[in-house]
């Protein structure tokens, strides 16, 4: 059973440009999880998906970033116009269920780095 | 802001000690969970608790979530260097909320 995938594992954008992280979850697993991870900062939450929906986009900034997690396909994390300050490790996360003890299975990141 | 807090930062031991790493908050947690994370990988789960007090062991690794499931620890028995790692603790302060994550406590354990 293959694990969370994620693509590209490394990813350069030049300033103004568009990134676009795909994530593909565990088989079987419908809730998505997007987190963003920077040196001694931890993991912070950006948005949390199930199928078609969008169900916690606490995390999210207001502007640029957008996701979604269509029926069929990856989840896709977007950021527009790409600023030196998004330049981090995003990390993907999927669970079989949507509840706070489920245990989250993640994939090994996407490492954006804006120059 | 719903905080947690991880201490000690950065631990570095010999191989064959003992230590403890802590995770704590000012809220009430209704489950706790932790994770390992290697350089260039996500992280994965060790373990998750739930009830206020329990106690869970991985081999050499012992797991406790406080009465009050404000805070939890992480003891390892004689350290190797295969425990060196990035650990992290996530809670969720509410059901149906994701997991939030401490900065985690960097361990490096040399032979």
């Known amino acids: 059973n293959a694990g969370v995938m994620q693509n590209p594992r490394h990813l350069v954008r030049r300033r103004g440009q568009e990134a676009r992280l795909r994530c593909s979850p565990m088989?079987?697993?419908?809730?998505v999880y997007w987190y963003r991870q920077l040196p001694e900062e931890g993991l912070k939450f950006m948005v949390y998906l199930q199928k078609e929906n969008i169900i916690d986009e606490s995390g999210m900034p207001k502007e640029r970033f957008s996701a979604e997690f269509p029926k069929e396909g990856p989840s896709i994390l977007r950021i527009q116009q790409v600023v030196r300050g998004d330049s981090a490790a995003y990390f993907c996360a999927s669970a079989e269920q949507g509840l706070e003890n489920s245990p989250l299975h993640f994939g090994n990141g996407t490492r954006l780095t804006v120059t | 802001t719903q905080l947690l807090e991880q201490s000690p930062q950065f631990l570095s031991i010999q191989e064959g000690e003992n230590l403890t790493v802590y995770c704590n908050s000012s809220s009430v947690f209704s489950s706790l969970q932790w994770y390992r994370q290697e350089p260039g990988e996500g992280p994965v789960l060790l373990v998750t608790?739930?009830?206020?007090?329990e106690v869970k062991k991985l081999k050499r690794l012992t797991f406790q979530f406080g009465d009050a499931r404000k805070d939890s620890s992480l003891h390892i028995t004689a350290a190797q260097p295969g425990d060196t790692g990035l650990y992290l603790c996530?809670?969720?302060?509410?059901?149906?909320?994701?997991?939030?994550f401490g900065k985690g406590t960097t361990l490096s354990v040399s032979s």
């Open positions: 996530a809670g969720a302060y509410q059901a149906g909320t994701a997991l939030i």
């Open positions: 088989k079987g697993h419908s809730h």
């Open positions: 608790v739930v009830t206020g007090g």
